[in-house]
Each structure stands twice: as structure tokens, then as C-alpha cells.
């Protein structure tokens, strides 16, 4: 089976900087959206970040202006630079892709998710 591979997590200072990277095959990772999700103890999968293939962005509120996502299509690669880390960013990340959609009203759009990676730890302590 085809597999997304993340790699990048780590232990980090609150404040501090993690990039991850997600390599894909060239058939899941051309076609389409690539996004970012995390999960923490407790607590359900969460949106982080996406971005379509033609290199539109979007973010949760909470991480903009400090995490930038961003697609390499040569490489077949996404990346996530987290910058000024917080402990409630401590979380398992996953790679994910699949075809964007625009929701109803026709001004937001999302992943219809169809491909994970394992997930790599990310802890930012305080």
C-alpha cells in the first residue's frame, strides 16, 4: 500500500522551531491537496494546515502567523515550519492528502482526506 512518510518532530523549548516533511508517491502527491492534522491526548484529530496542489494555503486560526505550509513538486514533498512553538502545539502531526472541495457557500474549501501518514511527535515544553 502506497504510504505518506513524515519525518521532522522532535522535542523543542517552547518558543523554539520544528520543520516536518512528508514525502508521497508522484500518484497521490501530484493530483492532489496536501494538508497537515494533529493529535493530541484526549483529544480529537484537528485541522492544521492545507495546501492545493496549484499552492493555495489555508490554516487553523490558532497557528497562523507561525507555522508556514508548503509543497515541493519535484520532490513530492510538503512541509510544515513551525516556528515560536506553545505547549498546546504538543501533538502527534499527520501527513495527509486528498481532493480539495469547496464547502457550502462556496468561500471556504477543505481536503476530502483519503491518505495518512503514521504521524510524527511534536513536544514543545514549557
Known amino acids: 500500500q502506497e504510504q505518506l512518510v513524515e519525518s521532522g518532530g522532535g522535542l523543542v523549548q517552547a518558543g523554539g522551531s520544528l520543520r516536518l516533511s512528508c514525502v508521497a508517491p508522484?500518484?497521490?502527491?501530484?493530483?492532489?491537496?496536501m494538508a497537515w492534522y494533529r493529535q493530541a491526548p484526549e483529544n480529537q484529530r484537528e485541522f492544521v494546515a492545507s495546501?492545493?496542489?496549484?499552492?493555495?494555503?489555508k490554516y487553523r486560526d490558532s497557528v497562523k502567523g507561525r507555522f508556514t505550509i508548503s509543497r515541493d513538486n519535484v520532490k513530492n514533498t510538503v512541509y510544515l515550519q513551525m516556528n515560536s512553538l506553545k505547549p498546546e502545539d504538543t501533538a502527534v502531526y499527520y501527513c495527509?492528502?486528498?481532493?480539495?472541495?469547496?464547502?457550502?457557500?462556496?468561500?471556504?474549501?477543505?481536503?476530502?482526506?483519503?491518505?495518512w501518514g503514521q504521524g510524527t511527535q511534536v513536544t514543545a515544553s514549557s
Open positions: 495527509a492528502a486528498g481532493e480539495p472541495f469547496l464547502k457550502s457557500g462556496g468561500t471556504d474549501w477543505d481536503v476530502d482526506v483519503d491518505h
Open positions: 495546501i492545493t496542489n496549484g499552492g493555495t494555503t
Open positions: 508522484g500518484s497521490i502527491f501530484s493530483p492532489n491537496a
